[in-house]
């Protein structure tokens, strides 16, 4: 691997992991904060590895996954997230992601990752998990959801509005009222504060 890209809206962590990176022998390493910038990037410089957070200023990084891996499926990407590992890293893996790392992890935990990708392997977190009969009918909820359910589902939750989230997801307002309706449907639930709380409840 010749080229990591880093994309995380925090300038702090963007730096930490810029020196990890150049620790861990990168000499070709970018960084950017957003989804727009992240997209034209990868399509110039082809990035070899892409270390990805999944929630930036509102956008959301597990719909820009699914779009690295369908326009470059070479491509390994690392998800260094503070999203919770129960609910994002089986759909990380299910979108082709190589490797799942919290930020609530120890730092050796990020270096096995960038090593294990390196060398042409995945890394992801054992998550031996424990569910009350309650938690369960949500996890199942939560599973039902597509990809870009979930995306939208989190959008909501933030307080986006309808036509921010259709100009962030490049799809109409009408479409977003479509799949709030089937959000609502699907997790039995009747207002947008249900949603909010729903997300909040499962650390979404």
């Known amino acids: 691997m010749k080229h990591v890209m880093?994309?995380?809206?925090?300038?702090?962590?963007?730096?930490a992991l810029r020196l990890v990176c150049q620790n861990e022998g990168f000499t070709n390493i970018s960084d950017v904060s957003g989804v727009a910038e992240a997209k034209a990037q990868i399509k110039e410089a082809r990035a070899d590895l892409v270390i990805l957070d999944l929630v930036m200023n509102g956008f959301d990084g597990l719909d820009l996954l699914v779009w690295i891996l369908m326009e470059f499926p070479g491509c390994a990407v690392l998800v260094f997230t503070s999203q919770d590992a129960q609910h994002f890293c089986n759909r990380c893996i299910a979108a082709g992601a190589r490797g799942f790392v919290t930020k609530r992890s120890d730092l050796k935990e990020l270096i096995k990752a960038i090593h294990a990708l390196k060398s042409g392997y995945s890394y992801f977190p054992q998550m031996p998990v424990r569910l009350d009969f309650h938690q369960r009918g949500e996890q199942q909820a939560l599973e039902s959801l597509s990809t870009r359910e979930l995306s939208i589902l989190r959008m909501l939750s933030m307080g986006?509005?309808?036509?921010?989230?259709a100009d962030a997801l490049f799809i109409s307002p009408k479409t977003v009222s479509t799949y709030k309706t089937r959000l609502l449907e699907k997790l039995g639930l009747t207002s947008?504060?249900?949603?909010?709380?729903f997300a909040k409840r499962n650390h979404l």
């Not at 986006?160 to 989230?165: A, L, N, Q, T, V």
């Open 6 to 15: 880093i994309v995380d809206d925090h300038p702090v962590i963007r730096g």
């Open 160 to 165: 986006m509005r309808g036509k921010d989230i």
């Open 192 to 197: 947008l504060v249900g949603l909010s709380e």
